[in-house]
């Protein structure tokens, strides 16, 4: 991402807010990450505004679906808990491999039962140290927050949430 050769999709504007200009798209990370144009990480302390925190629960159920979906992926192909050794282009291939096994064996009854095993086996990262933020990362998560608290970007049950 920071390179730009990932062939990610050019910036865009989010549904129904042109107003906010166009956005990157991004990843989502918890607060052991950097702030980067690029990846977003939730804004840091207890005594948030009711917008900030708005923030920091809808991008903490986007990192759920992606640790959820990892942990069932590691609970079931042993190849994904450690270091993949592979070259970088092979990764792709072994991740979307076993993304087509898991669904060819897939079980309906098996998803809750795998999601509890990846959450007692805890797949977290460390805490880091805190990283400088720059301008632009501080504005693109300033967007992304104005959007979640829209009428266009905002879901009827997040204020329930906070």
Sequence with gaps: METKTLHVPTSTSLPDAAHLGEMPFVMVGDAAFPLKPY????YPGKNLTHQKSIFNYRLSRARMVVENAFGILASR???????????PKNVDTLVVAGCILHNFLLVPSENQRLLDEAEQQGRHMAQGDTWEETTDA???REAFCTFFNSPEGSVTWQDRMV
């Excluded at 990846?39 to 939730?42: A, G, K, S, T």
């Excluded at 192909?77 to 070259?87: G, K, Y």
């Design 39 to 42: 990846l977003m990480r939730p």
């Design 77 to 87: 192909w042993r190849i994904f808990p450690r270091r993949i050794n592979p070259l």
């Design 138 to 140: 501080c504005n693109v």
